[in-house]
T-cell receptor, first 115, second 112 residues
């Protein structure tokens, strides 16, 4: 069973540009979450999508956006990149319905460097 | 405002001994807690979880303890093995695991 796949794995952008990251969840998983990992901050929740709808949102500016397609694949976009956006962006998928507990399955992440 | 804190950035333990990783939280609405392990260049992998209605959960060498009054949880690894060397993240949620709040992580090194 294939795991969570994230593309690209590494990318370098300059300030002011925008970036789109992609995530393919485990087959059958309908929930996709995105997290940002930076040194010293741990993993910070960006947003979660379920059946093409954003169900939860973290405390990030509107430059960070996402969407989910009918096949559960998800993309996140960061516009007007800032140096502080340099981070590892992790996608996680799960079966979960609202209120359920259970594990998230993470991808290997997309490492973004903003110069 | 860090709602989940792992105050030890790193921990070094001898192989075969017990590793104890600690985590504190401030939000009394959290009702589900998890530990994830992360190796370099890989995504975090789920290790063990505990619901707030319990105070202990065991899975092989891993045990998680929850002290709700102190808003504290800990992960015990016995015996520690070299393959346990990784970064360990504590996470918490209030009503489902769709939105987890993570700690900063503790880098555990098991010395042979």
């Amino acid at each position: 069973k294939a795991g969570v796949t994230q593309t690209p794995r590494y990318l370098i952008k300059t300030r002011g540009q925008q970036v789109t990251l992609s995530c393919s969840p485990i087959s059958g998983h309908r929930s996709v979450s995105w997290y940002q990992q930076t040194p010293g901050q741990g993993l910070q929740f960006l947003f979660e999508y379920f059946s093409e709808t954003q169900r939860n949102k973290g405390n990030f500016p509107g430059r960070f956006s996402g969407r989910q397609f009918s096949n559960s694949r998800s993309e996140m976009n960061v516009s007007t990149l800032e140096l502080g956006d340099s981070a590892l962006y992790l996608c996680a998928s799960s079966h979960q319905l609202a209120g359920d507990t259970g594990e998230l399955f993470f991808g290997e992440g997309s490492r973004l460097t903003v110069l | 405002d860090q709602q989940v804190k792992q105050n030890s950035p790193s921990l070094s333990v001898q192989e075969g001994r017990i590793s104890i990783l600690n985590c504190d939280y401030t939000n009394s609405m959290f009702d589900y807690f998890l530990w994830y392990k992360k190796y370099p260049a890989e995504g975090p992998t789920f290790l063990i979880s505990i619901s707030s209605i319990k105070d202990k959960n065991e899975d092989g060498r891993f045990t998680v303890f929850l002290n709700k009054s102190a808003k504290h949880l800990s992960l015990h690894i016995v015996p520690s093995q070299p393959g346990d060397s990784a970064v360990y993240f504590c996470a918490a949620s209030d009503g489902g695991a769709q939105k987890l709040v993570f700690g900063q992580g503790t880098r555990l090194t098991i010395n042979p």
